[in-house]
């Protein structure tokens, strides 16, 4: 009897019947290189919306802090001119009165240019005595190149007719320019 061995011709590479292949693997063979994909698209995606928000963040806080510094800024200028124009002392008018024309620009400096000798005239010949300061002051508007701030501003005043001085009390609207790299005020008005 003769025995018969299956010979296969072999036409292509080996295959190994105990792997698994896209065809065998059935429905979804492809999908773990795509799932991969789609992994690190979200993670680049996600990592650069965290990225912008934080850039959108610093910029705003950089952005506040720079805010800050502005209105500090215009506050503290705000009661050297107000207190100074309420401190006035007639033996050293005319210091008081460059000091207070250093910080002035636009329609105050020429306004206070203009009346600057007859106000020095004035507190000589009343011998007048004034202290004052701002109690409070509070920014109405501000930007980078102008301010309004609100001030209540007490003094005491003392002259010829008022030896022993007088309580008086003010609310003044003061506007600032930025000029020069500094702030300078621009108007003053008392309000009631």
């Known amino acids: 009897m003769a025995v018969v061995t299956d010979q296969v011709e072999a036409t292509g590479p080996e295959v190994d019947d105990d792997a698994v292949g896209p065809e065998s693997a059935g429905e979804g063979a492809g999908t773990a290189p795509l799932r991969s ?3 690190v698209w979200a ?3 996600a990592l650069v919306a965290v990225l912008a928000l934080l850039g959108v963040k610093g910029t705003d806080l950089y952005q506040a802090k720079q805010d800050e510094k502005r209105n500090s800024e215009v506050l503290d200028v705000t009661r050297e001119v107000v207190a100074g124009l309420v401190s006035l002392d007639y033996r050293r008018s005319k210091a008081d009165l460059d000091r207070i024309k250093s910080v002035a620009t636009g329609s ?3 306004q206070f240019e203009q009346l600057a000798t007859s106000f020095e005239q004035v507190l000589s010949s009343g011998e007048v005595l004034s202290t004052g300061s701002v109690k409070e002051a509070g920014i109405i508007t501000a930007d980078d190149d102008a301010a309004r701030v609100l001030a209540a501003v007490s003094s005491i005043v003392k002259n010829t007719e008022a030896p022993d001085g007088q309580q008086r009390v003010y609310r003044m609207k003061v506007d600032l320019t ?4 500094a702030w300078k005020v621009s108007n003053v008005e008392f309000v009631s």
């Open 43 to 45: 993670l680049v995606a």
């Open 108 to 110: 105050f400096q020429q």
């Open 178 to 181: 930025a000029a020069d790299h």
């Open 37 to 39: 994909v789609v992994t």
